[in-house]
């Protein structure tokens, strides 16, 4: 009748030309151990606290780390930030950045940590693909003391969490563990 909201519909519902809009980019999808968590924003909570950041930078390709690192009491004992120790985390722990012009699967952007103390490698990620982040190796603490490891087969946090091919949606927020 007169209504003004009134809509018409026109043309082919299905026709290609509606397809062809481009998607907005997806977060970074982060795999953890067998883990995988998609669309993150790139924060990893543990146990409720933010403590690492993975961003990638474009030329030259390259991870960039933000982390926080504790000891077994829970205290603070080093902070990296975009790849950067700050100044009392420098005589403990190390950082290898290897970056490219692109990603190759023999020889992917990565960052490494290693504490200079006992020699083992705190911390290791890669970049696999567009937008999906590796990380390979972890042997560090949380804000509560409680040692994280990460292999190629799971994740565990302390003694009473271990994630094994879990797939999580994060929705465009942190990956969140314990």
Known sequence: MNNPLQIRTIGITDSPELIDIEKPEQGLELHVGSNVFRNTNGVVKLQGKEQLVLETQ?????????????????????????????????????????????????????????DRTTGHTVFEACFIQRRKIRITVGHFYTHKGELVTVSPHYCRIGTGLTLFGDVAESRGSAAAIG
Do not use: C, K
């Not at 975009?82 to 290897?98: D, M, Q």
């Open 58 to 114: 474009h030329q030259p390709l390259a991870l960039l780390l933000t982390m926080d690192l504790y000891d077994e009491q829970g205290t603070r004992v080093g902070h990296i930030r975009r790849n950067a120790l700050s100044a009392h985390s420098a005589g403990r722990f190390t950082i290898n950045v290897n970056a490219s012009d692109e990603a190759t699967p023999d020889d992917p952007p990565s960052v490494t940590v290693a």
